[in-house]
């Protein structure tokens, strides 16, 4: 299955096309799926046993207005909030009408598997959204959004919290992050267990903010694959992927696996 757009592919369109075509994923991987004709379903599903991976993808120019705030409010809207609400509609869609899914724009070939029942079917809901690197580089020194639990939507520039618009738990990756964990994780079943670890961990409710992507990942890799909650409200301290990056297993382990994907270095 290939990814296909018409015209030049945007950075997070460029960005599934390359995940389409990873060999571990690629037997489970659907792109540009439609519930009726000319009626988009989702930028891309991933289907593996019982959990369904939706994507939507948004390139978004970041705003440059001299207002931080309003810069980010804007950004977020058209990146983030947008496919939320895509993934949300396209799960609804999946959870009621699972026969009425389609690869091409006029609604004739259906998808060529049958998806999980609703009640043992596991959703999980995934934005990839760039645009917003080179503001992160500016304003924090790296190129990853920040992860901030204790906040909903908008709130504080550069950092992504709950999403009100997905009803649910959201995963949201830059270029940046989603490189790094498809690097990581390159495993369909590893990929599939990180999310659940994630959405477990925020569904406990004690652990609060990362400084990026990156370091959840180092928590997850550091403990086992596991992201073990605390006794009490917890934030990640800043750069722990550096730390672990450097720490011997960890290197030993990374040359001995075969690279598909850059780092964050």
């Known amino acids: 299955?290939?990814?296909?757009?018409?015209?030049?592919?945007?950075?997070?369109?460029?960005?599934?096309?390359?995940?389409?075509?990873?060999?571990?994923?690629?037997?489970?991987?659907?792109?540009?799926?439609?519930?009726?004709?000319?009626?988009?379903?989702?930028?891309?599903?991933?289907?593996?046993?019982?959990?369904?991976?939706?994507?939507?993808?948004?390139?978004?120019?970041?705003?440059?207005?001299g207002d931080a705030m309003l810069d980010w409010r804007r950004w977020f809207s058209r990146a983030i909030g947008t496919s939320a609400h895509q993934v949300r509609q396209a799960e609804r869609w999946l959870l009621t009408y699972p026969d009425q899914v389609f690869l091409d724009a006029k609604a004739q070939d259906r998808l060529p598997i049958a998806l999980p029942v609703p009640a043992d079917m596991r959703v999980h809901r995934i934005c990839v959204a760039t645009g917003a690197a080179e503001r992160c580089r500016r304003e924090t020194g790296q190129p990853m959004l920040g992860i901030d639990l204790t906040i909903a939507d908008a709130a504080v520039p550069l950092r992504i919290g709950t999403v009100s618009k997905a009803r649910g738990f959201l995963h949201v990756f830059d270029a940046d992050a989603l490189a790094l964990v498809l690097a990581e994780l390159d495993t369909i079943s590893d990929v599939v267990a990180y999310l659940v670890a994630k959405e477990a961990l925020a569904a406990k409710g004690l652990f609060k903010r990362a400084r990026s992507e990156a370091d959840l990942l180092a928590y997850y890799l550091h403990n086992n694959r596991t992201l073990p909650a605390e006794a009490e409200p917890f934030v990640l301290e800043p750069d722990l992927w550096r730390q672990v990056e450097k720490q011997a297993p960890f290197r030993e382990g990374r040359a001995s696996t075969p690279r598909t994907a850059p780092g964050t270095g």
């Not at 989702?42 to 994507?55: E, G, H, I, P, S």
């Open 1 to 65: 299955m290939r990814f296909q757009k018409s015209g030049g592919l945007t950075e997070s369109e460029a960005i599934l096309a390359r995940l389409c075509e990873r060999s571990f994923l690629r037997l489970w991987t659907y792109p540009n799926l439609y519930r009726a004709p000319s009626k988009e379903l989702t930028d891309l599903m991933v289907v593996f046993r019982n959990d369904v991976l939706l994507f939507s993808d948004k390139s978004c120019v970041y705003p440059d207005t």
